[in-house]
Every structure is written in structure tokens, then in C-alpha cells.
């Protein structure tokens, strides 16, 4: 019993490859994100859309795995099993999906290069200025955007609501499903 708990402990170890892996999948979803952020009114249904069908396919490739484990698991336990593994589904499903979106945030961005860069006001919403998520609030269109960024103004405008008396000034580009790329950004006083 004892070197069965120890064989069983080696295998939950993860591997240098495993390791290689992981790394590899979080430098790629890290383009997914860097070119997401630059794309304001991003078109979320088609996130969700890859999400559910990514969710389908991931737990359609589990279930034996997932059904064997669970039949294993004892009873009081089993609620609890569950829930951890539809979590894992549902990050693996979102990462995936985030991935498979790289090509259409790059053909968005690429095509707009196209269009004209045009000058906007929008209404700041709210500003966060916490050093690891500094990001300003903003409607454009009447979609509330985010984008994540530091100007030195932020800090002085973000309490008592005083960023109301300045504009979030973007110039963008005309994208693909009514997006707009994001060329460049400032605060302005109105």
C-alpha cells in the first residue's frame, strides 16, 4: 500500500514536457489577448460561440476518462469531483477557444489598415489605476470598452469622479463585424 501511494504520487508530478507545454499554450493565448486588447467592440458572441463548441468537443474527449474517474470516486466525494472537472473543461475550453481566434483578431487588425484613421471623444466610465491593472473604462458606440494602460493623468482624475470632465480621445480604424482597431489613445479635458 505504501509504494502504491508513492507510484501514485509520481504520477501526479508534472513533467519538464508538460511544463514546455504549458508554457508554449500561455505564450500563445498571449497573442490572442495582446491583439483582443486592441480591438474595440470586439464581436464576444463569437467567443462564446467558440467557447460552447470547444466546451462540446472537450467534454465529448473526457467523458470515458471523466466516467471512469468518477466511478472510482467515493461517494461523499463525487459532487465535488464533478465540479472540479467541469471547471477544467470550461478553462481548457476558454484558452482553446481564445487561441482559435488569433487568426480572426489578426485578419481584423490587418484589414483595417485599409480604412482611414478617424478621431474620437468618448465618455470615460471609470478608471482603475491599481499597478497591476491599470485600465480606463469608456462607451464607444454605446458599448462599454476597456482598454489597459497607464497615463499619468489617470491617477490625479480617478477619485471623486473627476475623470467625468475629460474625454477618452482614440484614433482608430474602421475593422471587420462593426470593430475598431485602436491606433492610439489619450485623455482630454472637455
Not at 68 to 76: C, P, W
Not at 168 to 189: H, K, M, P
Request: charged share 20%; with cysteine.
Amino acid at each position: 500500500m505504501h509504494l502504491k501511494n508513492k507510484k501514485t504520487k509520481i504520477n501526479n508530478k508534472l513533467t519538464i514536457i508538460d511544463w514546455i507545454k504549458l508554457i508554449g499554450f500561455v505564450l500563445v493565448y498571449f497573442f490572442f489577448i495582446k491583439s483582443k486588447d486592441v480591438i474595440i467592440n470586439y464581436p464576444y458572441w463569437l467567443l462564446f460561440t467558440a467557447f460552447a463548441i470547444v466546451v462540446v468537443i472537450v467534454a465529448i474527449l473526457q467523458y470515458r476518462t471523466i466516467q471512469k474517474e468518477y466511478s472510482k470516486t467515493e461517494k461523499e466525494d463525487k459532487l465535488l469531483f464533478l465540479v472540479i472537472n467541469s471547471l477544467k473543461i470550461a478553462v481548457i475550453a476558454y484558452f482553446v477557444s481564445g487561441i482559435i481566434l488569433i487568426p480572426f483578431n489578426y485578419y481584423a487588425i490587418y484589414n483595417s489598415k485599409e480604412s482611414p484613421v478617424s478621431s474620437e471623444k468618448c465618455e470615460i466610465t471609470g478608471i482603475s489605476t491599481y499597478s497591476k491593472n491599470r485600465s480606463i473604462f469608456f462607451n464607444f458606440k454605446g458599448k462599454t470598452n476597456v482598454v489597459n494602460g497607464f497615463k499619468p493623468i489617470m491617477e490625479d482624475i480617478k477619485d471623486d469622479g473627476k475623470f467625468e470632465n475629460y474625454y477618452f480621445a482614440a484614433q482608430v480604424r474602421q475593422g471587420i463585424c462593426n470593430t475598431y482597431i485602436l491606433e492610439s489613445w489619450d485623455i482630454i479635458q472637455k
